[in-house]
Protein backbone atom coordinates (compact mmCIF):
# COMPACT_ATOMS: atom_id res chain seq x y z
CA UNK A 1 0.00 0.00 0.00
CA UNK A 2 2.76 1.85 0.67
CA UNK A 3 5.50 0.97 -1.98
CA UNK A 4 4.56 3.67 -4.21
CA UNK A 5 7.35 5.02 -6.81
CA UNK A 6 7.32 9.15 -7.96
CA UNK A 7 5.33 9.93 -10.87
CA UNK A 8 5.39 12.23 -13.75
CA UNK A 9 2.26 14.49 -14.32
CA UNK A 10 1.95 14.55 -17.93
CA UNK A 11 -1.02 16.61 -18.27
CA UNK A 12 -3.30 18.78 -16.04
CA UNK A 13 -6.83 17.51 -16.61
CA UNK A 14 -10.54 18.82 -16.09
CA UNK A 15 -10.53 19.75 -12.09
CA UNK A 16 -8.00 18.01 -9.77
CA UNK A 17 -7.28 15.43 -12.11
CA UNK A 18 -4.12 14.83 -14.08
CA UNK A 19 -2.73 12.37 -16.32
CA UNK A 20 0.61 10.82 -15.03
CA UNK A 21 3.28 8.38 -16.24
CA UNK A 22 4.49 5.64 -13.81
CA UNK A 23 7.54 4.23 -16.47
CA UNK A 24 5.43 4.37 -19.53
CA UNK A 25 2.33 3.14 -17.82
CA UNK A 26 -0.30 6.11 -17.64
CA UNK A 27 -3.18 6.50 -15.50
CA UNK A 28 -5.41 9.58 -13.85
CA UNK A 29 -4.76 10.52 -10.36
CA UNK A 30 -5.58 13.73 -8.14
CA UNK A 31 -4.10 16.54 -7.24
CA UNK A 32 -6.65 17.61 -5.21
CA UNK A 33 -3.84 17.29 -2.50
CA UNK A 34 -1.01 18.85 -4.36
CA UNK A 35 -2.41 21.65 -5.87
CA UNK A 36 0.51 23.67 -6.63
CA UNK A 37 2.54 20.35 -9.05
CA UNK A 38 2.55 21.32 -12.50
CA UNK A 39 3.05 19.22 -15.81
CA UNK A 40 6.55 18.03 -15.68
CA UNK A 41 6.74 17.53 -12.18
CA UNK A 42 7.35 14.52 -10.25
CA UNK A 43 4.67 13.17 -7.08
CA UNK A 44 4.34 10.76 -5.04
CA UNK A 45 1.11 8.75 -5.58
CA UNK A 46 -0.45 6.94 -2.81
CA UNK A 47 -4.11 5.28 -3.83
CA UNK A 48 -4.60 7.73 -6.41
CA UNK A 49 -3.90 10.60 -4.59
CA UNK A 50 -0.80 12.64 -5.54
CA UNK A 51 0.58 13.43 -1.55
CA UNK A 52 3.85 14.96 -2.21
CA UNK A 53 5.93 17.12 -4.78
CA UNK A 54 9.33 16.26 -5.34
CA UNK A 55 12.09 18.60 -5.20
CA UNK A 56 14.74 18.33 -7.21
CA UNK A 57 17.26 20.34 -5.74
CA UNK A 58 16.91 18.90 -2.19
CA UNK A 59 16.86 15.55 -4.55
CA UNK A 60 20.64 16.56 -5.86
CA UNK A 61 21.83 17.67 -2.41
CA UNK A 62 20.67 14.05 -1.35
CA UNK A 63 22.50 12.51 -3.85
CA UNK A 64 25.61 14.34 -2.82
CA UNK A 65 24.89 13.29 0.76
CA UNK A 66 25.43 9.63 -0.46
CA UNK A 67 28.91 10.16 -2.02
CA UNK A 68 30.08 12.55 1.38
CA UNK A 69 30.45 15.11 -0.74
CA UNK A 70 28.04 17.24 1.37
CA UNK A 71 26.96 18.56 5.36
CA UNK A 72 24.34 16.54 7.12
CA UNK A 73 21.00 17.62 6.46
CA UNK A 74 19.04 19.32 8.95
CA UNK B 1 16.08 12.64 -12.74
CA UNK B 2 13.50 10.51 -12.55
CA UNK B 3 14.15 9.73 -8.43
CA UNK B 4 14.11 6.00 -8.40
CA UNK B 5 17.18 4.88 -10.61
CA UNK B 6 19.63 7.85 -9.28
CA UNK B 7 18.88 6.33 -5.98
CA UNK B 8 19.49 2.65 -6.68
CA UNK B 9 23.18 3.65 -7.48
CA UNK B 10 25.08 0.48 -6.96
CA UNK B 11 28.69 2.16 -6.83
CA UNK B 12 27.03 4.92 -4.37
CA UNK B 13 25.75 1.72 -2.57
CA UNK B 14 29.38 0.52 -2.55
CA UNK B 15 30.91 3.99 -1.35
CA UNK B 16 28.13 4.23 1.45
CA UNK B 17 28.62 0.81 3.03
CA UNK B 18 31.86 1.75 2.97
CA UNK B 19 31.28 5.03 5.02
CA UNK B 20 29.18 2.92 7.48
CA UNK B 21 31.96 0.45 8.17
CA UNK B 22 34.33 3.12 9.18
CA UNK B 23 31.78 4.85 11.09
CA UNK B 24 30.19 1.97 13.27
CA UNK B 25 32.94 1.64 16.16
CA UNK B 26 34.59 -1.78 17.87
CA UNK B 27 32.69 -3.32 20.75
CA UNK B 28 29.66 -1.50 19.80
CA UNK B 29 26.32 -2.96 18.70
CA UNK B 30 23.82 -0.83 17.00
CA UNK B 31 19.78 -1.98 16.56
CA UNK B 32 17.64 0.16 14.28
CA UNK B 33 14.09 -0.58 13.77
CA UNK B 34 12.76 0.53 10.06
CA UNK B 35 8.72 1.40 11.45
CA UNK B 36 7.61 0.79 7.78
CA UNK B 37 6.91 -2.26 5.55
CA UNK B 38 7.97 -0.39 2.56
CA UNK B 39 11.15 0.16 4.19
CA UNK B 40 11.02 -3.64 5.31
CA UNK B 41 10.89 -4.33 1.98
CA UNK B 42 13.39 -2.21 -0.08
CA UNK B 43 16.18 -4.24 2.81
CA UNK B 44 14.51 -7.55 1.85
CA UNK B 45 14.21 -6.86 -1.86
CA UNK B 46 18.03 -4.79 -2.45
CA UNK B 47 19.81 -6.84 0.34
CA UNK B 48 20.85 -3.95 2.24
CA UNK B 49 21.60 -5.93 5.44
CA UNK B 50 24.39 -7.97 3.18
CA UNK B 51 26.04 -4.62 2.74
CA UNK B 52 25.46 -3.57 6.13
CA UNK B 53 28.30 -4.47 9.23
CA UNK B 54 27.44 -7.62 11.29
CA UNK B 55 27.08 -5.11 14.61
CA UNK B 56 24.21 -3.45 12.82
CA UNK B 57 20.86 -5.01 13.12
CA UNK B 58 17.56 -3.91 11.36
CA UNK B 59 14.49 -4.94 13.24
CA UNK B 60 11.46 -4.77 11.21
CA UNK B 61 8.34 -2.38 12.91
CA UNK B 62 4.36 -2.58 12.79
CA UNK B 63 4.37 -0.14 9.64
CA UNK B 64 2.52 -2.38 7.69
CA UNK B 65 -1.47 -1.62 7.71
CA UNK B 66 -2.82 -4.74 6.41
CA UNK B 67 -0.39 -6.65 9.00
CA UNK B 68 -1.55 -4.70 12.11
CA UNK B 69 -5.12 -4.92 11.13
CA UNK B 70 -6.75 -7.25 13.46
CA UNK B 71 -9.14 -10.23 12.68
CA UNK B 72 -12.11 -8.93 14.02
CA UNK B 73 -12.60 -5.82 11.91
CA UNK B 74 -12.16 -8.35 9.14
CA UNK B 75 -15.04 -10.40 10.53
CA UNK B 76 -16.57 -6.56 10.58
CA UNK B 77 -15.94 -6.07 7.05
CA UNK B 78 -17.12 -9.66 5.68
CA UNK B 79 -20.46 -9.15 7.88
CA UNK B 80 -20.74 -6.12 6.24
CA UNK B 81 -21.41 -7.76 2.86
CA UNK B 82 -22.27 -11.03 3.56
CA UNK B 83 -25.44 -9.96 6.53
CA UNK B 84 -26.15 -6.45 5.63
CA UNK B 85 -25.99 -6.84 1.49
CA UNK B 86 -24.01 -4.03 1.00
CA UNK B 87 -21.25 -3.92 -1.79
CA UNK B 88 -18.03 -3.67 0.47
CA UNK B 89 -15.02 -1.29 -1.77
CA UNK B 90 -12.28 -2.52 -0.24
CA UNK B 91 -7.76 -2.32 -1.86
CA UNK B 92 -7.11 -5.47 -2.75
CA UNK B 93 -3.91 -5.71 0.06
CA UNK B 94 -7.07 -6.61 2.17
CA UNK B 95 -8.44 -9.55 -0.04
CA UNK B 96 -6.15 -12.56 1.55
CA UNK B 97 -5.72 -11.39 5.38
CA UNK B 98 -7.16 -14.49 7.33
CA UNK B 99 -10.16 -13.64 9.14
CA UNK B 100 -12.44 -16.06 11.55
CA UNK B 101 -13.10 -19.68 10.60
CA UNK B 102 -10.62 -19.85 8.08
CA UNK B 103 -12.65 -17.36 5.84
CA UNK B 104 -11.09 -14.13 4.71
CA UNK B 105 -12.67 -11.25 2.09
CA UNK B 106 -11.43 -13.42 -0.71
CA UNK B 107 -13.34 -16.35 -0.11
CA UNK B 108 -16.24 -14.64 1.51
CA UNK B 109 -16.39 -12.87 -2.10
CA UNK B 110 -16.61 -17.06 -3.52
CA UNK B 111 -19.42 -17.53 -1.05
CA UNK B 112 -21.48 -14.93 -3.11
CA UNK B 113 -20.33 -11.55 -0.77
CA UNK B 114 -20.20 -8.43 -3.18
CA UNK B 115 -16.90 -7.23 -2.81
CA UNK B 116 -15.46 -5.35 -5.19
CA UNK B 117 -11.53 -4.70 -5.36
CA UNK B 118 -11.12 -0.86 -5.70
CA UNK B 119 -7.55 1.25 -6.60
CA UNK B 120 -9.22 4.73 -4.71
CA UNK B 121 -11.82 5.90 -2.59
CA UNK B 122 -12.81 7.56 -5.52
CA UNK B 123 -13.89 4.20 -7.23
CA UNK B 124 -16.01 3.16 -3.89
CA UNK B 125 -17.82 6.41 -4.65
CA UNK B 126 -18.00 5.83 -8.61
CA UNK B 127 -19.70 2.44 -7.09
CA UNK B 128 -21.75 3.99 -5.31
CA UNK B 129 -23.33 6.26 -7.17
CA UNK B 130 -23.77 3.53 -10.31
CA UNK B 131 -25.79 1.59 -7.37
CA UNK B 132 -28.02 3.98 -6.06
CA UNK B 133 -30.71 1.15 -5.10
CA UNK B 134 -27.60 -0.79 -2.88
CA UNK B 135 -25.73 0.66 0.57
CA UNK B 136 -22.03 0.79 -0.44
CA UNK B 137 -19.47 0.55 2.03
CA UNK B 138 -15.93 1.49 1.34
CA UNK B 139 -13.48 -0.55 3.88
CA UNK B 140 -10.91 2.28 4.79
CA UNK B 141 -7.44 1.19 5.88
CA UNK B 142 -4.13 2.39 6.02
CA UNK B 143 -1.95 5.00 7.84
CA UNK B 144 -1.64 8.45 7.36
CA UNK B 145 -1.29 8.06 3.72
CA UNK B 146 -4.79 6.53 2.87
CA UNK B 147 -6.59 8.75 5.53
CA UNK B 148 -6.28 12.11 3.43
CA UNK B 149 -8.47 10.05 -0.02
CA UNK B 150 -11.00 8.86 2.34
CA UNK B 151 -11.13 12.40 4.05
CA UNK B 152 -11.64 13.54 0.36
CA UNK B 153 -14.61 10.85 -0.26
CA UNK B 154 -16.82 11.77 2.52
CA UNK B 155 -16.90 15.17 1.87
CA UNK B 156 -17.37 14.44 -1.18
CA UNK B 157 -20.01 12.35 -0.69
CA UNK B 158 -21.37 14.88 1.33
CA UNK B 159 -21.53 17.59 -1.46
CA UNK B 160 -23.46 15.38 -3.90
CA UNK B 161 -25.48 13.99 -1.43
CA UNK B 162 -24.87 10.50 -1.95
CA UNK B 163 -27.35 8.94 0.43
CA UNK B 164 -26.08 5.06 -0.02
CA UNK B 165 -22.23 5.55 0.78
CA UNK B 166 -20.48 4.97 4.04
CA UNK B 167 -17.05 4.25 5.10
CA UNK B 168 -16.11 1.63 7.61
CA UNK B 169 -12.75 3.46 8.85
CA UNK B 170 -9.80 1.81 10.01
CA UNK B 171 -7.33 4.50 9.86
CA UNK B 172 -4.22 4.10 11.96
CA UNK B 173 -2.19 6.42 13.28
CA UNK B 174 2.06 5.90 12.82
CA UNK B 175 3.38 8.18 16.55
CA UNK B 176 0.89 6.09 18.41
CA UNK B 177 2.16 2.71 17.46
CA UNK B 178 6.01 4.08 17.55
CA UNK B 179 5.05 5.08 21.33
CA UNK B 180 3.34 1.81 22.26
CA UNK B 181 6.91 0.01 21.20
CA UNK B 182 8.84 2.50 23.50
CA UNK B 183 6.59 1.96 25.73
CA UNK B 184 6.56 -1.81 25.80
CA UNK B 185 8.12 -3.48 28.64
CA UNK B 186 10.18 -5.36 26.29
CA UNK B 187 11.90 -2.11 25.72
CA UNK B 188 11.76 -0.64 28.28
CA UNK B 189 12.54 -2.60 30.97
CA UNK B 190 13.59 -6.02 29.74
CA UNK B 191 15.69 -4.78 27.22
CA UNK B 192 14.67 -7.81 25.19
CA UNK B 193 14.15 -5.85 22.21
CA UNK B 194 17.01 -2.78 22.69
CA UNK B 195 16.50 -0.14 20.36
CA UNK B 196 19.27 2.40 19.51
CA UNK B 197 17.46 4.47 16.95
CA UNK B 198 14.46 4.42 13.81
CA UNK B 199 14.40 4.51 10.61
CA UNK B 200 11.34 7.15 10.38
CA UNK B 201 8.52 6.85 7.63
CA UNK B 202 8.58 8.07 4.29
CA UNK B 203 5.00 8.51 2.43
CA UNK B 204 3.62 9.08 5.88
CA UNK B 205 6.16 11.65 6.66
CA UNK B 206 5.43 13.11 3.37
CA UNK B 207 1.77 13.55 5.40
CA UNK B 208 2.47 14.36 8.89
CA UNK B 209 5.84 15.80 8.26
CA UNK B 210 8.91 15.70 10.39
CA UNK B 211 7.93 17.31 13.37
CA UNK B 212 5.82 14.59 15.21
CA UNK B 213 8.44 12.61 16.02
CA UNK B 214 10.34 15.38 17.60
CA UNK B 215 8.59 14.34 21.11
CA UNK B 216 10.17 10.53 20.69
CA UNK B 217 13.52 11.53 19.63
CA UNK B 218 13.18 13.61 23.25
CA UNK B 219 11.29 11.84 25.39
CA UNK B 220 12.52 8.36 24.87
CA UNK B 221 16.02 9.81 23.83
CA UNK B 222 16.09 8.07 20.39
CA UNK B 223 17.54 9.16 17.31
CA UNK B 224 15.11 9.41 14.35
CA UNK B 225 15.79 9.69 11.05
CA UNK B 226 12.90 10.27 8.42
CA UNK B 227 14.51 7.65 4.71
CA UNK B 228 12.92 7.48 1.41
CA UNK B 229 11.48 4.09 0.73
CA UNK B 230 14.74 4.04 -2.11
CA UNK B 231 17.86 1.26 -0.82
CA UNK B 232 20.38 4.01 -0.83
CA UNK B 233 18.06 6.49 1.26
CA UNK B 234 17.94 3.30 3.64
CA UNK B 235 21.75 3.12 3.93
CA UNK B 236 22.26 7.00 4.61
CA UNK B 237 19.87 7.21 6.89
CA UNK B 238 21.08 4.01 8.88
CA UNK B 239 25.00 6.10 8.80
CA UNK B 240 23.02 9.26 9.97
CA UNK B 241 22.29 7.01 13.28
CA UNK B 242 25.16 5.75 13.91
CA UNK B 243 26.50 8.87 13.55
CA UNK B 244 23.67 9.92 16.50
CA UNK B 245 24.50 6.96 18.51
CA UNK B 246 28.42 7.65 18.21
CA UNK B 247 27.69 11.27 18.95
CA UNK B 248 25.58 10.47 21.57
CA UNK B 249 22.73 12.71 20.27
CA UNK B 250 19.31 12.29 19.64
CA UNK B 251 17.76 14.04 17.11
CA UNK B 252 15.29 14.02 14.30
CA UNK B 253 16.84 14.13 11.56
CA UNK B 254 15.87 14.49 7.70
CA UNK B 255 17.29 12.12 4.72
CA UNK B 256 13.86 12.82 2.36
CA UNK B 257 14.18 16.55 1.97
CA UNK B 258 13.11 15.42 -1.34
CA UNK B 259 9.46 15.17 -0.09
CA UNK B 260 9.09 15.76 3.46
CA UNK B 261 9.16 18.92 4.97
CA UNK B 262 8.76 19.17 8.94
CA UNK B 263 5.13 21.10 8.53
CA UNK B 264 3.64 18.02 5.93
CA UNK B 265 1.34 18.15 3.73
CA UNK B 266 -0.90 20.95 5.43
CA UNK B 267 -3.91 20.75 2.94
CA UNK B 268 -4.60 17.08 3.51
CA UNK B 269 -4.06 17.57 7.47
CA UNK B 270 -7.02 20.06 7.30
CA UNK B 271 -9.12 17.84 5.70
CA UNK B 272 -8.20 14.95 8.15
CA UNK B 273 -9.00 17.33 10.88
CA UNK B 274 -11.96 18.28 9.50
CA UNK B 275 -13.72 14.77 8.93
CA UNK B 276 -11.63 12.50 11.51
CA UNK B 277 -11.61 12.69 15.52
CA UNK B 278 -9.35 10.72 17.75
CA UNK B 279 -10.61 6.81 19.16
CA UNK B 280 -10.43 6.28 22.61
CA UNK B 281 -8.85 2.75 21.96
CA UNK B 282 -8.19 0.75 19.33
CA UNK B 283 -7.01 -2.95 18.58
CA UNK B 284 -3.38 -3.59 16.61
CA UNK B 285 -2.94 -6.95 15.96
CA UNK B 286 0.34 -7.72 17.39
CA UNK B 287 0.37 -4.45 19.46
CA UNK B 288 -2.98 -5.07 21.32
CA UNK B 289 -5.38 -2.28 22.28
CA UNK B 290 -3.14 0.99 21.83
CA UNK B 291 -4.91 3.99 22.95
CA UNK B 292 -5.34 7.22 20.80
CA UNK B 293 -3.92 5.27 17.88
CA UNK B 294 -6.87 5.25 15.40
CA UNK B 295 -9.38 7.59 13.73
CA UNK B 296 -13.05 7.40 13.75
CA UNK B 297 -15.52 9.93 11.87
CA UNK B 298 -17.27 12.71 13.46
CA UNK B 299 -20.25 13.09 14.32
CA UNK B 300 -21.04 16.12 11.74
CA UNK B 301 -20.86 12.90 9.08
CA UNK B 302 -21.94 9.96 11.48
CA UNK B 303 -24.20 9.12 8.34
CA UNK B 304 -21.15 8.39 6.15
CA UNK B 305 -19.99 5.92 9.23
CA UNK B 306 -20.49 2.14 8.22
CA UNK B 307 -19.82 1.52 12.22
CA UNK B 308 -23.30 3.55 12.98
CA UNK B 309 -25.11 2.99 9.77
CA UNK B 310 -24.88 -0.68 10.35
CA UNK B 311 -24.56 -0.69 14.42
CA UNK B 312 -21.34 -2.73 14.10
CA UNK B 313 -20.02 -4.33 17.36
CA UNK B 314 -16.31 -5.32 17.50
CA UNK B 315 -15.61 -8.21 18.80
CA UNK B 316 -11.52 -9.04 19.07
CA UNK B 317 -10.60 -12.62 17.75
CA UNK B 318 -6.84 -14.36 18.83
CA UNK B 319 -4.67 -15.07 16.41
CA UNK B 320 -3.66 -19.00 15.00
CA UNK B 321 -1.47 -20.66 17.96
CA UNK B 322 1.16 -20.93 15.40
CA UNK B 323 1.01 -17.88 14.14
CA UNK B 324 4.37 -15.27 15.34
CA UNK B 325 2.96 -11.98 13.52
CA UNK B 326 2.28 -10.32 16.38
CA UNK B 327 5.70 -10.94 18.17
CA UNK B 328 7.57 -10.05 14.72
CA UNK B 329 4.89 -6.87 14.03
CA UNK B 330 6.55 -6.10 17.94
CA UNK B 331 10.38 -6.60 16.82
CA UNK B 332 10.45 -8.66 19.45
CA UNK B 333 10.57 -12.28 16.29
CA UNK B 334 11.88 -12.35 13.03
CA UNK B 335 10.26 -14.09 10.55
CA UNK B 336 12.33 -17.28 10.53
CA UNK B 337 11.56 -17.29 14.06
CA UNK B 338 8.41 -18.56 13.03
CA UNK B 339 7.89 -22.07 13.10
CA UNK B 340 5.10 -21.96 10.27
CA UNK B 341 6.60 -19.41 8.08
CA UNK B 342 7.67 -21.07 5.01
CA UNK B 343 6.12 -24.58 5.75
CA UNK B 344 2.65 -24.30 6.26
CA UNK B 345 2.16 -20.12 5.48
CA UNK B 346 3.31 -18.82 2.51
CA UNK B 347 2.17 -16.03 0.10
CA UNK B 348 -0.01 -18.46 -1.70
CA UNK B 349 -1.90 -19.70 1.69
CA UNK B 350 -1.08 -17.09 4.47
CA UNK B 351 -1.88 -18.08 7.78
CA UNK B 352 -0.33 -14.46 9.60
CA UNK B 353 -1.10 -11.15 8.10
CA UNK B 354 2.73 -10.19 7.83
CA UNK B 355 2.87 -12.92 4.87
CA UNK B 356 -0.06 -11.49 2.97
CA UNK B 357 1.21 -7.41 1.93
CA UNK B 358 3.82 -7.20 0.15
CA UNK B 359 5.10 -4.77 3.02
CA UNK B 360 4.86 -7.37 5.74
CA UNK B 361 8.16 -8.63 6.60
CA UNK B 362 7.14 -12.19 6.33
CA UNK B 363 6.45 -12.00 2.65
CA UNK B 364 9.28 -10.02 1.81
CA UNK B 365 11.53 -12.32 3.84
CA UNK B 366 9.82 -15.07 1.39
CA UNK B 367 9.85 -13.39 -1.67
CA UNK B 368 13.47 -12.57 -1.52
CA UNK B 369 15.06 -15.12 -0.16
CA UNK B 370 16.27 -13.48 2.99
CA UNK B 371 14.88 -16.92 4.88
CA UNK B 372 17.93 -18.65 3.94
CA UNK B 373 20.26 -15.73 6.15
CA UNK B 374 23.91 -16.07 5.97
CA UNK B 375 23.40 -15.52 9.39
CA UNK B 376 20.98 -18.18 10.41
CA UNK B 377 21.38 -20.12 13.15
Same mark, same amino acid.
Given at each position: ????????????????????????????????????????????? *???????????????????? $????????? | ?????? $?????????????????????????????????? *??????????????????????????????????????????? *????????????????????????????????????????????????????????????????????????????????? $??????????????????????????????????????????????????????????????????????????????????????????????????????????????? $??????????????????????????????????????????????????????????????????????????????????????????????????????
Amino acid at each position: MCLAVPVRVVKRLEGDDALIDAGGVRKQVSLALVPEAREGDYVIV *HVGYAISRLDPDEALKTLAL $FAGMAQSPT | MKYVDE $FRDGELARVLAERIARAVQPGRSYRFMEFCGGHT *HAISRYGVTDLLPATIEMVHGPGCPVCVLPIGRIDNAIALALE *HGAILCTYADTMRVPASGRSSLMRAKAEGADIRMVYSAADALRIARENSAREVVFFAIGFETTTPPTAIAILEAERAGLAN $FSVFCNHVLTPAAIANILESPQVRDIGTVPLDGFVGPAHVSCVIGSQPYEYFAEEYAKPVVIAGFEPLDVMQAVLMLVEQVNDGRHEVENEFTRAVTREGNTKAKVLVAEV $FELRRSFEWRGLGEVPYSALRIKGRYGRFDAERRFGIVYRSVADNKACECGAILRGAKRPKDCKVFGTVCTPENPLGSCMVSSEGACAAYYTYGRFRDRRAA
